[in-house]
């Protein structure tokens, strides 16, 4: 009988194989003394990801979808199979610093009460990410984030305070997050019904609605590349933000709150669509950057106004046959 690891890794893919491939390269650079196992799992990539793995990573556990299940189901099949004592999930186009791993192993060893802890995240230049975030709420999706951070950085941590030691935080970023085997078993692996974005803020909820702590660990770094697997689809990224937020409310708020919240968002929408057509307009639809914003806006206002139908959004397969917004 083999000895349970220590960690199993689970990097979920969708057409990043060079960040793949230099994900997979820190992992396995970082694993050092612990046993490990690292899985990834292709999305139905077209770029040749999984392929590359394959030749280049012969010891990793690949498991190849034929279309995009989005991150929450991916990492379910994969934490379905794993065997390690925690679960570190890594985002493609995250590479993780020399004993970052080590490190967020101790301290869960540490400290029996973390159902899961997340590690700094910082740009290519070492500069701090926004790592960790407070539960959404009207305040946080309504108001200005930037002025409840300077205003409540105690109660609306971003990741980029300058923390010594670990912080007990409500939420960390899935991009570098280990979760305890234990956590899992208690309260169930991510909800399927997100099928991007806020799936992990979902179960440090229900984590922290089992009585566990969610920590973020400064000394672990991890250098976060910023999504790019999702840059073509920018309009419909935002608007797949959007459905996963309202689905959030719907499963952890009152009628009267998600209410607010819609007609909240729908207003900040509107504003910004006006804005910016006025902004184009002035300079003669000449800045590339603002047609781009205004193409965004309006691809999420004409949403809004369609009563959010499921047809918009990533390319994907929802694996529970539901696309509700």
Known sequence: MTDRPDLTAIVVTWNTRDMTLECLDALHESTGALGAEIFVVDNGSSDGTAEAVSQRFPSVKLIVNPDNRGFAAANN?????????????VNSDVVVEKGTLAALVAFMDATPRAGAAGAQLVSRAGKPEHS?????????????????????????????????SPTRVDSVLGACMIVRREAVESVGAFDEDFFFFLEETDWCRRMRDAGLDIYLVPSARAVHLKGRSKSPFRAEARVEYYRSLYKYFRKHSGPATRLLLRAGKLVKVALNFVMLAAANAFTIFCVGGLREKLRIYSV??????????????????????????
Not at 77 to 89: E, F, N, P, V
Not at 315 to 322: D, E, F, L, Q, Y
């Open 300 to 325: 999420l206002l004409g949403w809004h106004l369609a009563f959010c139908p499921d047809g918009v959004g990533l390319p994907g397969k929802r694996t529970n046959g539901r696309r509700r917004s």
């Open 132 to 164: 960790a975030a407070a539960f959404p709420s009207l305040a946080t999706e309504l108001l200005n984030k930037s002025l409840l951070r300077a205003l409540m950085p105690s109660r609306y941590a971003g990741g980029k305070n300058k923390a010594d």
């Open 77 to 89: 099949q994969a934490i379905g199979a794993s065997s390690g004592r925690y679960i570190l999930l």
